[in-house]
Nanobody, 114 residues
């Protein structure tokens, strides 16, 4: 098991930016992949972005060109840089790590509103 702690959520106006961080309890070098999911009220949890240990990334179509996922293995941390935020990006964002099964963080709220 690996413990994941997210931070960086909050309230932002449309067009604004936020950076989410996910700190893992142990070394993440071998965790493959890690990623971010989100869940809006009344909707299913959906994939936002993933990153492999080698740095390969995938993105949901809805966030391509606006969000960037990255990882710093030395700091055991995964980031999600979110730019040009839209109201439809409002959701609870969860960090995910594939390590001996699925591991999830507690979630961090992102609200995009005027």
């Amino acid at each position: 098991q690996v413990q994941l702690v997210e931070s960086g959520g909050g309230l932002v106006q449309p067009g604004g930016s936020l950076r989410l961080s996910c700190a893992a309890s142990g070394t993440i070098f071998s965790i493959n992949p890690m990623g971010w999911y989100r869940q809006a009220p009344g909707k299913q949890r959906e994939l936002v972005a993933t990153i492999t240990s080698g740095g390969s990334t995938t993105y949901a179509d809805s966030v391509k060109g606006r969000f960037t996922i990255s990882r710093d293995n030395a700091k055991n941390t995964v980031y999600l840089q979110m730019n040009s935020l839209k109201p439809e990006d409002t959701a609870v964002y969860y960090c995910y790590a594939n390590y001996r099964g699925a591991n999830w963080g507690q979630g961090t709220q992102v609200t995009v509103s005027l």
